[in-house]
């Protein structure tokens, strides 16, 4: 299966080094009009390109924190302010706290500007097989770096379901006559392919409503090749089908489609003078943050991260309702399973509890309490909270937790 995309635009033209970057940096990003923005911190009319020199991370300029976003009154995403721009905005009530379904905190401010002016960011992108990493990189400060745990499950629940259905469908009854394949002759994607990608594209939707971002840096992955196997290389591998899915959703969100090499990152990382780690599990800035990060001020001209902390997400299950449990309790008695719905609220509900602070909705018990659960750790706090006692704030579809390497030390 082939999608259509568009032509795509590549890190470099030789696609082995960032050399052919200048050409590229000087026909295309150009700076919006010179009124001064919310937050700028350009001084120059054109977004500085990267250039061959030995580049050093400032420790002292780093912060426990990047920028915070900030949207306009009808919606609009601004430019990013810092910490205590934000502050002063709240205190002044200018602006509203809120939180997006990636549970990260951003300002609404009370107004809408009248010249707003937004740089072009960049965000990269560094698919992995368990982990994966996005950075918001402007061309002087760091935005926002998201480490996210990948969506691993759905190929299992797809065989469980499967093997559920036969044994039903083999159990000598009377049934419906069965039904026509409405999936025959069509376009589709695997459910578990497209469930991966479409975690990368949730969260790359959920920035784009609060940050203004114009580019996607994507290190382009290459399948598996077979011998003598043109159509499987060429079509049917699941990662070249998921990426181009991928490609063509990005284009969609109208933004502008970047391919790194993965060649060309590690070049980048030496360049400015950034090391990788190799255990790739732990949530710290140099595991896949730091390839993302790398990608994106390749296009924006940044020499440094402003900023090493990071979001760490992970998604979150919803189960579908069953009407029967696979295992019966005891006594044969089969228990209320499944359901995206607890007590006229959705699971995964963004709440603050008078008691428990910031937690979301897991479910419910039969004495009509809720089921509340860390927004950090997912761990579930208590089963007998009240719906009176929970401030809504929004629907979350991934648990955040903010680690600072400057509040660690």
Same mark, same amino acid.
């Given at each position: 299966?082939?999608?259509?995309?568009?032509?795509?635009?590549?890190?470099?033209?030789?696609?082995?080094?960032?050399?052919?970057?200048?050409?590229?940096?000087?026909?295309?990003?150009?700076?919006?009009?010179?009124?001064?923005?919310?937050?700028?911190?350009?001084?120059?009319?054109?977004?500085?390109?990267?250039?061959?020199?030995?580049?050093?991370?400032?420790?002292?300029?780093?912060?426990?924190?990047?920028?915070?976003?900030?949207?306009?009154?009808?919606?609009?995403?601004?430019?990013?302010?810092?910490?205590?721009?934000?502050?002063?905005?709240?205190?002044?009530?200018?602006?509203?706290?809120?939180?997006?379904?990636?549970?990260?905190?951003?300002?609404?401010?009370?107004?809408?500007?009248?010249?707003?002016?937004?740089?072009?960011?960049?965000?990269?992108?560094?698919?992995?097989?368990?982990?994966?990493?996005?950075?918001?990189?402007?061309?002087?400060?760091?935005?926002?770096?998201?480490?996210?745990?990948?969506?691993?499950?759905?190929?299992?629940?797809?065989?469980?379901?499967?093997?559920?259905?036969?044994?039903?469908?083999?159990?000598?009854?009377?049934?419906?006559?069965?039904?026509?394949?409405?999936?025959?002759?069509?376009?589709?994607?695997?459910?578990?392919?497209?469930?991966?990608?479409?975690?990368?594209?949730?969260?790359?939707?959920?920035?784009?409503?609060?940050?203004?971002?114009?580019?996607?840096?994507?290190?382009?992955?290459?399948?598996?090749?077979?011998?003598?196997?043109?159509?499987?290389?060429? %079509?049917? *591998?699941?990662?070249?089908?998921? /990426?181009? +899915?991928?490609? $063509?959703?990005?284009?969609? &969100? !109208?933004?502008?489609?970047?391919?790194?090499?993965?060649?060309?990152?590690?070049?980048?990382?030496?360049?400015?003078?950034?090391?990788?780690?190799?255990?790739?599990?732990?949530?710290?800035?140099?595991?896949?943050?730091?390839?993302?990060?790398?990608?994106?001020?390749?296009?924006?001209?940044?020499?440094?991260?402003?900023?090493?902390?990071?979001?760490?997400?992970?998604?979150?299950?919803?189960?579908?309702?069953?009407?029967?449990?696979? %295992?019966? *309790?005891?006594?044969?008695?089969? /228990?209320? +399973?499944?359901? $995206?719905?607890?007590?006229? &609220? !959705?699971?995964?509900?963004?709440?603050?509890?008078?008691?428990?602070?910031?937690?979301?909705?897991?479910?419910?018990?039969?004495?009509?309490?809720?089921?509340?659960?860390?927004?950090?750790?997912?761990?579930?706090?208590?089963?007998?909270?009240?719906?009176?006692?929970?401030?809504?704030?929004?629907?979350?579809?991934?648990?955040?937790?903010?680690?600072?390497?400057?509040?660690?030390?």
């Amino acid at each position: 299966m082939v999608i259509p995309t568009q032509e795509l635009t590549r890190l470099s033209s030789a696609r082995t080094t960032c050399i052919g970057l200048q050409e590229w940096l000087d026909a295309s990003l150009v700076q919006p009009t010179s009124e001064e923005s919310l937050n700028s911190t350009s001084t120059t009319n054109r977004l500085r390109p990267i250039y061959l020199v030995e580049g050093k991370h400032d420790s002292d300029r780093e912060t426990a924190i990047g920028r915070v976003p900030v949207i306009s009154k009808n919606g609009t995403p601004l430019m990013p302010c810092t910490s205590s721009k934000a502050r002063k905005l709240l205190a002044q009530n200018k602006a509203t706290k809120k939180r997006n379904k990636l549970g990260l905190f951003y300002i609404q401010l009370h107004f809408d500007p009248k010249l707003p002016v937004t740089q072009p960011l960049a965000i990269g992108v560094d698919p992995g097989t368990k982990f994966e990493g996005f950075s918001v990189v402007g061309n002087v400060e760091t935005v926002v770096n998201i480490m996210s745990e990948a969506v691993t499950w759905v190929k299992k629940k797809v065989a469980q379901r499967r093997n559920a259905r036969r044994t039903r469908r083999k159990r000598k009854t009377r049934r419906r006559k069965c039904k026509k394949n409405r999936l025959k002759n069509q376009t589709r994607i695997p459910p578990s392919t497209k469930a991966r990608w479409d975690a990368k594209l949730r969260i790359i939707t959920q920035l784009c409503t609060i940050i203004p971002i114009k580019y996607a840096v994507v290190e382009d992955i290459k399948a598996v090749t077979k011998n003598y196997q043109k159509r499987w290389n060429t %079509n049917f *591998s699941p990662l070249e089908v998921g /990426k181009l +899915y991928f490609y $063509t959703e990005l284009q969609k &969100l !109208k933004l502008t489609v970047i391919l790194a090499q993965g060649n060309e990152t590690k070049k980048l990382r030496e360049l400015l003078g950034l090391k990788k780690k190799k255990s790739k599990s732990k949530p710290i800035f140099e595991t896949h943050c730091i390839d993302a990060w790398v990608i994106a001020a390749a296009i924006t001209g940044t020499q440094y991260p402003t900023t090493k902390s990071l979001y760490y997400v992970t998604p979150l299950q919803f189960h579908r309702r069953q009407l029967h449990r696979y %295992n019966c *309790s005891q006594g044969g008695i089969r /228990k209320r +399973y499944g359901g $995206t719905i607890s007590l006229g &609220l !959705k699971r995964g509900t963004l709440v603050k509890h008078s008691n428990y602070g910031l937690c979301y909705i897991g479910g419910y018990t039969h004495n009509k309490r809720l089921s509340l659960h860390s927004a950090e750790t997912g761990k579930r706090l208590t089963q007998n909270g009240k719906k009176e006692e929970c401030t809504i704030l929004t629907r979350i579809s991934f648990r955040t937790q903010f680690l600072s390497p400057v509040n660690r030390e």
